[in-house]
């Protein structure tokens, strides 16, 4: 049996304000901007799990396919997510054409375990990320409530299956060098896009040029609550050898998780 729980939620996002987020515009348009990769993103992950589907099996397979189900459920929440932001003017299209020919480049060109580092080393970010969002209560607090459920439950699912793709990875033989190359290519690429998006967010909604917003969002990632500045450390942890997405442990954020869905009103 897999470890790994499918849960088929969805969000009714018709009643969302677009500046959902407590803090104002450039806040939501940094968790906005994100939604736009996933989509492709996760169809990504899931063709470079299923690839290899055949040469595993026990746990692993029951794992691997728990993945799949997991992201095939994020992927269609956040394709409504992005149908939502495309409403509201949002070039949803070409933002996405963006992340499909970056992630075309590594279908075309690169082996399927090359893939699969790449889906690795992006799981890693989700996984972070994630669990950044659960370990810290208070960036959703105040929020729209249906948007912070969405958000802390992709959090909480990216944490449960953090270690799929890496143990599939090493099941079928990826080394070492390989990963962290493909973390380098993939962090680049990542960052790029997420720079491009945000300055697109903050143009379509009238802020590009407003210092205010754009303090507001260095504020909320490198000084309070610091989050990109507390995740260089885990990220880079990545390039240890002996690294294993499994030794941050996150247990009991997902169970305080799953415990505050039985108290939430
Ligand atoms: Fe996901
Ligand atoms: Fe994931």
Redesign the pocket.
């Known amino acids: 049996m897999a470890s790994i729980e499918v849960r088929d939620f969805r969000f009714p996002l018709g009643p969302v304000p677009r500046d959902w987020h407590r803090d104002g515009l450039a806040i939501t348009a940094y968790w906005d901007q994100l939604s736009i990769f ?1 989509p492709v993103g ?1 169809r990504f992950f899931v063709r470079s799990v299923k690839h290899y589907l055949p040469q595993v099996d026990g746990a692993l397979k029951d794992e691997c396919l728990a993945f799949c189900a ?2 095939g459920h ?1 992927g269609r929440e956040h394709v409504a997510y992005n149908e939502h932001l495309a409403a509201q003017g949002i070039p949803v299209t070409k933002l996405e054409a963006l992340v499909k020919f970056s992630l075309g480049i590594a279908q075309k060109f690169l082996s399927p375990r090359r893939q699969l580092a790449i889906t690795c080393a992006l799981e890693h970010f ?1 996984s972070l990320m994630g669990e950044f969002v659960l370990s810290h209560d208070e960036l959703l607090q105040g929020s729209d409530p249906t948007m912070a459920k969405l958000w802390r439950w ?1 959090s909480a ?2 944490n449960e299956h953090r270690s799929v793709a890496f143990d599939l990875y090493r099941a079928v033989g990826g080394t070492h060098f390989e990963r962290c190359r493909a973390m380098v290519v993939t962090s680049l690429f990542f960052w790029i896009l997420v720079v491009l998006q945000q300055v697109v967010f903050m143009a379509k909604r009238g802020a590009l040029f407003s210092v205010r917003e754009w303090w507001r969002l260095f504020r909320h990632s490198f000084i309070d609550p610091s989050t990109l500045g507390s995740l260089v450390r885990p990220f880079l942890s990545y390039f240890a050898r002996d690294f294993h997405p499994a030794a941050r442990g996150g247990t009991e954020l997902i169970e305080a998780w799953k415990r505050s869905l039985v108290t939430a009103p």
């Open positions: 996933f996760e997991q992201e994020h989700t992709h699912e990216e």
